[in-house]
């Protein structure tokens, strides 16, 4: 376990923190999980081969990938399309 002063940005230790989980604790795979600010996409790029992640995107994002045709929303059951909004995306999935 490492603590860092409370002020450090996260962006900051990402990368060490990766190095630790795949050198000291030997893992060849492993998903990371973090928020916006952590996990960025020079840092995604540098990811060993073996790991993924998970992450939030914005609306706007979700919006830009949906206009691309990058990504399509899907049907959840129980969930109407018309009950969808602004805070109401899920996005699941993983890239690299």
Do not use: H
């Not at 990811?47 to 830009?64: D, H, N, V, Y």
């Amino acid at each position: 376990m490492e603590v860092f002063p409370g002020n450090t940005q996260d962006v900051t230790t990402f990368s060490s923190q990766v190095e630790k989980v795949a050198n000291r604790f030997g893992c060849e795979r492993a998903t990371l999980v973090g928020d916006r600010g952590m996990i960025k996409s020079a840092l995604i790029a540098g990811l060993p081969e073996g790991f993924s992640f998970i992450t939030a995107i914005t609306k706007p994002q979700i919006e830009s990938l949906l206009d691309r045709k990058v990504i399509q929303l899907a049907v959840i059951p129980g969930v109407s399309s018309t009950s969808l909004n602004d805070s109401s995306y899920l996005f699941v999935g993983s890239y690299k």
